[in-house]
């Protein structure tokens, strides 16, 4: 046993060794191909900042936590109110004069909690009221009204408000924005060139449609400083105007690797050994709705190949 085990752990040896480095190690991507970015906050502070924001923070949140969020700031307040409804009940003591036709409550037809948060549902959404009335013999039950009035009208303007803009969120129409699956590098017009495809399903157009590239891979300083994700602009036709799209039909953009690039001093080796994401964002308005839309795609090195 002890001889086959020797004999295993030099053949694991002799394995691993003669596997190639891009096999040994796989890095996760950066940006997905469908534009998720890979980034995990973590050991953060100061997380308050985002209730400062907290419009923003509830609108970035995904459906089922905006839907849960949506709920229960409804169930919370109306719970709430309804509580001192009641407790304004109690300590008058109209739940012990039920009975007694001589006694004016502060609220008609309030015999518990039930009642009590039925009328605050009645008060805040402004139903009307019906069976269950405020008197005019509580001066304290008609503050309390006002002030439910007041802040159920806000809580119904910020919550519609960001279910608003959530729906209305142009998201979905970048997904009718298609790139290729892969980018090839070629010669055009005896330029070497990388080239990739991009089109618009859609027979609404986008409006000032312009597209930027970043070449994101790992850097080393002069003085010695490692950068892991070091950005850098790839020229998709800025200078020329060529960045500015009209996207009736697929259009083929091109990036002209010259002096400038940072592909100048790569060659077909270092191209398939570096590990490097090509992110590319094309932006641009929405000709329905008027409204900005992002579409950011990821191309890696791996689909790069020289035709």
């Not at 307040?77 to 009940?89: C, P, R």
């Not at 608003?164 to 590098?185: G, M």
């Not at 060529?242 to 002096?259: M, T, Y």
């Not at 570096?274 to 900005?292: N, P, S």
Request: with cysteine; proline share 3%.
């Amino acid at each position: 046993l002890a001889s086959l085990r020797r004999n295993f752990k030099h053949l694991m040896l002799n394995i691993s060794v003669s596997l190639p480095a891009r096999a040994r190690r796989k890095r996760q991507r950066y940006v997905e191909k469908n534009g998720r970015c890979n980034v995990q906050h973590g050991n953060m502070r100061e997380t308050y900042r985002y209730l400062t924001d907290i419009f923003t923070t509830l609108v970035d949140l995904n459906w089922r936590c905006s839907l849960f969020v949506f709920v229960m700031a409804y169930a919370v307040t109306w719970l709430f109110f309804g509580a001192i409804w009641y407790l304004i009940a109690y300590c008058r003591g109209d739940l012990d004069h039920l009975e007694d036709e001589k006694w004016t409550p502060c609220v008609n037809n309030v015999n518990g909690f039930i009642s009590a948060f039925l009328f605050s549902i009645e008060t805040e959404t402004t139903i009307g009221y019906g069976h269950r009335v405020i008197t005019d013999q509580c001066p304290v039950g008609t503050m309390l009204l006002l002030l439910q009035a007041i802040l159920g009208s806000m809580v119904n303007a910020f919550m519609v408000g960001c279910m608003f803009v959530k729906i209305s969120q142009p998201n979905k129409r970048a997904e009718t924005l298609v790139f290729s699956k892969t980018a090839v590098i070629s010669l055009r017009d005896d330029k070497l060139c990388l080239m990739f495809r991009v089109g618009d399903l859609r027979s609404s157009h986008i409006v000032g449609a312009n597209m930027r590239a970043k070449l994101i891979k790992s850097k080393q300083t002069q003085e010695g400083e490692f950068i892991p994700l070091d950005q850098t602009d790839i020229s998709v036709g800025f200078e020329t105007g060529d960045d500015r799209l009209f996207l009736v039909s697929p259009l083929v953009i091109s990036h002209e690797i010259d002096a400038h690039s940072p592909f100048w001093d790569m060659s077909q080796a270092q191209l398939e050994k570096e590990d490097f994401e090509i992110v590319v964002i094309l932006e641009g308005m929405v000709e329905a709705t008027g409204k900005k839309t992002v579409k950011l795609v990821c191309l890696w090195n791996d689909g790069n190949r020289n035709p």
